[in-house]
């Protein structure tokens, strides 16, 4: 069973950074798309960043020159950089894989999680003066 597991979240003034990082377990398949996704209170989940094995990232507009995702295979690990934070921004953030699905699959996949299919846990992240 493939596993996912996040820290970095915490509490941040607006225009503040944090990092979220995301360990993966173990990779099933060489081609994959990783993502970043969140849910705030009352919403519904939706994407923030992805990246597949190929490199190619894509992110939701609202996070656009703020936040990047990186990955480091050596470690298996995912990373969220998030720069110039707002308070729109408070939620619990997940990462999440899917194997097999790489390119246009992957670029879809952040407008529908439903596309990923192992999830960790969350980690919360909250921006409040």
């Known amino acids: 069973q493939v596993q996912l597991v996040e820290s970095g979240g915490g509490s941040e003034q607006p225009g503040g950074s944090l990092r979220l990082s995301c360990v993966i377990s173990?990779?099933?398949?060489?081609?994959?798309?990783l993502g970043w996704f969140r849910q705030g209170t009352g919403k519904e989940r939706e994407g923030v960043a992805v990246?597949?094995?190929?490199?190619?990232?894509n992110y939701a507009d609202s996070v656009k020159g703020r936040f990047t995702i990186s990955e480091d295979n050596a470690k298996n690990a995912l990373y969220l950089q998030m720069n110039s934070l707002k308070r729109e921004d408070s939620a619990t953030y997940y990462c999440?894989?899917?194997?097999?699905?790489?390119?246009?699959?992957?670029?879809?996949?952040?407008?529908?999680?439903?596309?990923?299919?192992?999830w960790g846990k969350g980690t919360l992240v909250s921006v409040s003066s």
């Open positions: 999440a894989v899917v194997f097999g699905g790489a390119g246009d699959y992957c670029s879809r996949a952040l407008f529908a999680y439903q596309r990923m299919y192992y």
């Open positions: 173990e990779y099933t398949n060489s081609e994959y798309c």
């Open positions: 990246i597949d094995s190929d490199g190619t990232t």
